[in-house]
């Protein structure tokens, strides 16, 4: 649907640097990424607010590169929405039809039905100061997805609500995409909506793509240290791996060797998610290819989870339940045996 071939732009404090992504037609792609890494600007040279210095951007095939902004037929949501202040609810989200001369008994009908399948046909008459986040948030959306467009952009399109009103907000998004089957490019930095909403996320980086993947790829086999870092990976570990029997291969950190069924050799760093290593008060008979005995030296209270640091030579972290934690009397300093594993571990 989206296919974007080697895009650059450069504003000299900033540069997209040949930037590829291919977007599937009716996706849910997400751009994460830290503050500052070009997310706004990519979104905004897809839409044809800024003109590229080199490369192409493809619509359904069609090159649109150098296409106004007006006809690539794109609806866009920034983070502030961005509505007209002296204009109501119903004026704001009729914006777009009026400007392309459509019947007024038919702006009347498919702005009331918008608003109705939006909730916020009671709001019609207000003003966007009254307005509460979440309401300014529909009726931005309203307005984006009144015209039809052939794809959705959305610049942190949940970033200013509070938790109570974002939570809700993303379950309606999630179920305007099923309505409409509309490609969706969203822009965020927050790992819980990437994880919602999200077919597919892109990881961006100073004005690069550091990696593309489904949900599982990006956060269970992160291509790189940066974005390991960036989605949370609770354990990465440095050593230098070489080849083994049996189709294994093993990773020396100096202090411990890990085992993994990755082929890789040469210096990596590994990760492992806490939710993969068994915690066990003694040593047990297991299949797991990782065994390491080890002592508590830190617990962290996350509620219905128990966060443990366990010194195995080098520092790993593992989620228990609190049941399960209360179960095994657990204390900082208590000696404890990890399992987990050669399949459980990602280099790279």
Same mark, same amino acid.
């Given at each position: 649907m989206i296919k974007i071939e080697n895009l650059c732009r450069d504003w000299n &404090?900033?540069?997209?640097?040949?930037?590829?992504?291919?977007? %599937? +037609? =009716? &996706?849910?792609?997400?751009? *994460? =990424?830290? #503050?500052?890494?070009? %997310? +706004? *600007? *990519?979104? &905004?040279?897809i839409a044809g607010i800024w003109q590229v210095d080199s490369g192409d951007i493809y619509m359904d095939g069609e090159n649109v590169t150098w296409t106004p902004l007006e006809k690539r037929g794109v609806g866009f949501v920034y983070q502030n929405y961005m509505l007209f202040p002296h204009k109501t609810v119903f004026e704001n989200i009729a914006f777009g039809l009026n400007m392309r001369k459509v019947d007024k008994k038919e702006v009347k009908e498919r702005v009331d039905n918008m608003m109705k399948l939006l909730s916020i046909d009671h709001l019609a008459h207000r003003l966007p100061r009254t307005l509460s986040g979440g309401e300014q948030q529909r009726t931005a959306l309203a307005r984006a997805l009144i015209i039809n467009p052939r794809v959705l952009l959305m610049d942190e399109p949940l970033s200013a609500l509070d938790r109570k009103t974002r939570d809700g907000l993303t379950h309606e998004m999630k179920e305007l995409h099923q309505k409409f089957n509309i490609t969706m490019i969203h822009v965020t930095h927050n790992f819980d909506e990437a994880l919602s909403l999200a077919d597919r996320i892109a990881i961006m980086k100073e004005g690069k793509i550091s990696q593309v993947g489904d949900t599982t790829e990006i956060f269970r086999h992160p291509k790189d240290k940066f974005v390991a870092d960036f989605v949370g990976v609770e354990n990465i570990i %440095?050593?230098?791996? #070489?080849?083994?029997? &049996? %189709? *294994?291969t093993v990773i020396d950190t100096e202090n411990i060797s890990i085992y993994t069924t990755e082929q890789i050799v040469g210096p990596v760093h590994v990760t492992v998610r806490p939710e993969d290593i068994i915690l066990s008060n003694k040593k047990v008979e297991t299949s797991a290819r990782n065994v390491f005995e080890g002592k508590i030296t830190e617990i962290s209270d996350n509620g219905a989870i128990i966060k443990l640091t366990i010194d195995v030579g080098e520092p790993i972290i593992v989620f228990l339940t609190r049941q399960s934690f209360i179960d095994m009397e657990l204390n900082i300093g208590s000696h404890v045996w990890t399992y987990f594993k050669a399949t459980a571990v990602h280099a790279f």
């Open positions: &404090e900033f540069q997209i640097d040949h930037v590829n992504l291919d977007i %599937k +037609t =009716g &996706e849910y792609f997400v751009i *994460l =990424g830290p #503050s500052g890494s070009g %997310k +706004t *600007l *990519l979104l &905004e040279l %440095k050593g230098v791996a #070489s080849k083994y029997r &049996e %189709k *294994l």
